[in-house]
């Protein structure tokens, strides 16, 4: 089946840096790809829509000057969370779609975030 | 506003007993529906998704859709120990390339 990765898979950081992020598509090309946050005992929050060659879609609330995205490539997407506040510590997922006819998404392993 | 609901549980039973899992959605345009495992600290794997009213059955799992209800569920036959985890229900408004919509989750259980 079709596989992403995410990089790195744990990050410890101090408050004030900024972070990246890297979702990648490894055997399929994603015109499209979601990133998730997840807080602890909590279900998967769609935070925006990453558009290959395009600026990406945020949901309401998720403030697009702290977490940007770039979707470099067909099989890239990468999510920088700046200037990270501990009340953004929390599990980062992303996923693709696969292209039609088939409607399955493919989640990365996840992103692990602390912010000290 | 999209909405998809599911009893957070904890859902205990033993093991070899039948788990069954419920979830309702808003959006009646929904046309996608799927069933992810989460273990704690991992990312959601596909169970099963599902289209059509009716049943689905994947070896030990059965999904069923009831557009008319708007209500899925997803049965597990013969529970194991290692079925225990966290099973997220998500939804699909719109064709291939939309994000998903996920309830809170049902903690599973199953006792040895």
């Known amino acids: 089946g079709a596989v992403v990765s995410q990089h790195p898979s744990r990050v410890i950081c101090k408050s004030g840096t900024s972070v990246k992020i890297e979702c990648r598509s490894l055997?399929?090309?994603?015109?499209?790809m979601f990133w998730y946050r997840q807080f602890p005992k909590q279900s998967l929050m769609l935070m925006a829509t990453?558009?290959?060659?395009?600026?990406?879609?945020?949901e309401q609330g998720v403030e697009k000057d702290k977490f940007l995205i770039n979707h470099a490539s067909l099989t890239l997407s990468t999510l920088t969370v700046t200037s990270a506040h501990p009340e953004d510590s929390s599990f980062y997922i992303c996923?693709?779609?696969?292209?039609?006819?088939?409607?399955?998404?493919?989640f990365g392993p996840g992103t692990r975030l602390t912010v000290l | 506003q999209k909405e998809v609901e599911q009893n957070s549980g904890p859902l205990s039973v033993p093991e070899g007993a039948i788990a069954s899992l419920n979830c309702t959605y808003s959006?009646?345009?929904?046309?996608?529906f799927f069933w992810y495992r989460q273990y704690s600290g991992k990312s959601p794997e596909l169970i099963m998704f599902?289209?059509?009213?009716g049943d689905k059955e994947d070896g030990r799992f059965t999904a069923q859709l009831n557009k008319a209800s708007q209500y899925v569920s997803l049965l597990i036959r013969d529970s194991q120990p290692s079925d225990s985890a966290t099973y997220l229900c998500?939804?699909?408004?719109?064709?291939?390339?939309?994000?998903?919509?996920f309830g809170k989750g049902t903690t599973l259980s199953v006792s040895s």
């Open positions: 996923s693709a779609p696969t292209r039609p006819p088939s409607n399955e998404q493919f």
């Open positions: 055997d399929f090309q994603a015109t499209t």
């Open positions: 990453s558009n290959e060659g395009s600026k990406a879609t945020y």
């Open positions: 959006d009646r345009g929904s046309q996608s």
């Open positions: 599902i289209y059509s009213n």
């Open positions: 998500a939804v699909k408004v719109g064709q291939a390339g939309t994000a998903l919509i």
